[in-house]
């Protein structure tokens, strides 16, 4: 594995680690650690870290006073004897309906794919997934270890819009689009769940590390857990270890 990364700033507020690494849940605990060690041992001001799958944006939010000091200590940084740590993950079981009225794009990945829709529903729902990290919107997850049978691309023309919680599939990875937005992932279904609400702290209740299990509910399960979460009584609940 590539320890040391390309460090470069971007513009006057922020600083972009790059390594050239697979991806893997090893390797994201990896960059776990450093984003972790970074902000308790390097940045003195308040910033925002985010990492992707391999790489991590350090954006300093209100100051850039410190930038350039921090630019140049990431650059002598011994990144090989940052320790790796135990990542604290949670496991959630996360509903998805699976109807056709969600499932666009079901009966071409069945085609494709010379699966039945019954086939796909359990590949999708048979993994525990890892959550790499949370973008392009807020709230959407981006989940790693999909069955590899279940891999395709993205749709050569996205769509203008699909419905809030939106299911998909591109390439080796499945997601939830957190809200109603265009789209270029292949849709198999739709989970109820809220996964971002800027008025609850934290406002996304998921992070890079835990791991999600989706699995199938009914059209009148999905409308009975709807409810709950536009109540406010649904409980997202999940287990550790």
Same mark, same amino acid.
């Given at each position: 594995?590539?320890?040391?990364?390309?460090?470069?700033?971007?513009?006057?507020?922020?600083?972009?680690?790059?390594?050239?690494?697979?991806?893997?849940?090893?390797?994201?605990?990896?960059?776990?650690?450093?984003?972790?060690?970074?902000?308790?041992?390097?940045?003195?001001?308040?910033?925002?870290?985010?990492?992707?799958?391999?790489?991590?944006?350090?954006?300093?939010?209100?100051?850039?006073?410190?930038?350039?000091?921090?630019?140049?200590?990431?650059?002598?940084?011994?990144?090989?004897?940052?320790?790796?740590?135990?990542?604290?993950?949670?496991?959630?079981?996360?509903?998805?309906?699976?109807?056709?009225?969600?499932?666009?794009?079901?009966?071409?990945?069945?085609?494709?794919?010379?699966?039945?829709? @019954? *086939? %796909?529903?359990?590949?999708?729902? $048979?993994?525990? =997934?890892? /959550?790499?990290?949370?973008?392009?919107?807020?709230?959407?997850?981006?989940?790693?270890?999909?069955?590899?049978?279940?891999?395709?691309?993205?749709?050569?023309?996205?769509?203008?819009?699909?419905?809030?919680?939106?299911?998909?599939?591109?390439?080796?990875?499945?997601?939830?689009?957190?809200?109603?937005?265009?789209?270029?992932?292949?849709?198999?279904?739709?989970?109820?769940?809220?996964?971002?609400?800027?008025?609850?702290?934290?406002?996304?209740?998921?992070?890079?590390?835990?791991?999600?299990?989706?699995?199938?509910?009914?059209?009148?399960?999905? @409308? *009975? %857990?709807?409810?709950?979460?536009? $109540?406010?009584? =649904?409980? /997202?609940?999940?287990?550790?270890?």
């Amino acid at each position: 594995m590539q320890v040391n990364p390309t460090i470069n700033r971007l513009g006057e507020q922020a600083i972009l680690l790059q390594w050239d690494f697979e991806i893997s849940p090893e390797n994201l605990k990896f960059l776990l650690s450093v984003k972790k060690y970074i902000a308790s041992n390097i940045v003195k001001h308040k910033i925002e870290i985010t990492n992707a799958y391999n790489s991590i944006l350090i954006n300093y939010v209100n100051s850039i006073e410190s930038i350039y000091s921090d630019f140049e200590r990431l650059k002598t940084l011994d990144f090989q004897n940052i320790p790796t740590e135990v990542v604290a993950s949670k496991l959630y079981r996360v509903p998805v309906c699976y109807d056709a009225e969600f499932g666009l794009d079901l009966e071409l990945l069945a085609k494709e794919k010379s699966l039945t829709i @019954d *086939e %796909i529903i359990h590949l999708h729902t $048979a993994p525990q =997934y890892t /959550l790499y990290f949370i973008g392009f919107l807020p709230g959407f997850l981006y989940l790693g270890g999909m069955d590899e049978r279940l891999k395709m691309p993205r749709k050569s023309e996205p769509r203008a819009s699909v419905l809030k919680g939106a299911v998909g599939i591109a390439e080796n990875q499945t997601g939830i689009y957190p809200n109603s937005s265009p789209a270029g992932w292949q849709i198999i279904g739709n989970c109820p769940v809220a996964l971002f609400d800027p008025k609850s702290e934290p406002p996304c209740p998921f992070a890079s590390g835990d791991r999600i299990q989706f699995y199938s509910v009914s059209m009148k399960k999905y @409308d *009975e %857990i709807l409810q709950e979460v536009q $109540a406010g009584t =649904y409980q /997202l609940t999940p287990t550790y270890g």
